[in-house]
């Protein structure tokens, strides 16, 4: 009876597709003995060449206040009292708003820019940020309230952020640091939406649960506010420029 070793060193010889020669498909190549540390400086001047480095900056700052899932619908099942269940509810809604939207904000990304549905994306925090300020003390889950409206908006964010990033980043980055490249902008994301938890957690352990939604909702607005100004006003400069 051969054993598992045999049978897969057997198949590897008879099928030239299990050897180190280059696949079918050269997009899905693998290259060989790369170093993380090349890959994130090769990502850098990336970033750089293709004047990304900002944008990218930028949007980790607004990471740093956005609130994870869990810290979010934990805090407010603990506010208002709901079932424990509620939380696992909320965040199954979310990611069907999000399936359900993200082609949708996808194809308004290919018309409209990737800027422009992004800033989109990340207006809908504030609002629910704000919502969550607004809704009844004695609310039950399953009557129409702003909670819903709070986990749609969360959904749709996520649609028009995650969604449309990770995909404008597979078309353009590199094939050679693709997968790895799109590794490590994932894990700064998710490192920038940690400190804001953390960050968080303090402010409402300190502050109680009022102040903490409404610090978030206020600096969310003013860095909304203050990119969406900047964009007018550069995008006005140019056109007088060139008139």
């Known amino acids: 009876q051969q054993t598992a070793v045999n049978?897969?060193?057997?198949?590897?010889?008879?099928?030239?597709?299990?050897?180190?020669?280059?696949?079918?498909?050269?997009?899905?190549?693998?290259?060989?003995?790369?170093?993380?540390?090349?890959?994130?400086?090769?990502?850098?001047?990336?970033?750089?060449?293709?004047k990304l480095l900002s944008p990218f900056i930028v949007f980790l700052?607004?990471?740093?206040?956005?609130?994870?899932?869990?810290?979010?619908?934990?805090?407010?099942?603990?506010?208002?009292?709901?079932?424990?269940y509620s939380v696992g509810l909320m965040m199954s809604l979310v990611a069907a708003s999000y399936v359900a939207s993200a082609f949708i904000f996808g194809k308004m990304a290919d018309k409209w820019g990737v800027a422009k549905v992004l800033m989109l994306g990340y207006s809908w925090l504030p609002i629910a940020y704000f919502l969550v300020l607004i809704i009844p003390p004695d609310i039950s889950f399953f009557n129409l309230s702003p909670i819903w409206l709070v986990v749609l908006l969360i959904g749709l964010f996520y649609g028009a952020t995650d969604g449309v990033i990770t995909a404008q980043l597979g078309k353009a980055l590199p094939k050679r640091i693709l997968?790895?490249?799109?590794?490590?902008?994932?894990?700064?994301?998710?490192?920038?939406?940690?400190?804001?938890?953390v960050l968080f957690a303090y402010v409402l352990q300190e502050k109680g649960f009022e102040f903490s939604f409404m610090l978030y909702t206020i600096l969310l607005f003013m860095m909304i506010s203050s990119l969406v100004i900047y964009q007018f006003f550069k995008k006005n400069g140019i056109q007088n420029e060139s008139a």
């Not at 990471?63 to 407010?76: A, E, K, P, Q, Y």
């Not at 997968?179 to 938890?197: M, R, V, Y």
């Open 7 to 50: 049978l897969a060193s057997e198949i590897s010889t008879a099928d030239p597709s299990f050897t180190n020669q280059s696949p079918a498909n050269p997009n899905l190549s693998i290259t060989p003995n790369i170093s993380l540390t090349s890959v994130f400086l090769e990502l850098l001047q990336f970033f750089k060449s293709q």
């Open 61 to 84: 700052l607004l990471n740093c206040f956005v609130i994870s899932d869990g810290m979010l619908f934990l805090t407010i099942q603990q506010q208002f009292g709901l079932q424990s």
């Open 179 to 197: 997968i790895t490249g799109l590794a490590i902008f994932t894990s700064f994301l998710a490192f920038a939406k940690f400190l804001s938890s």
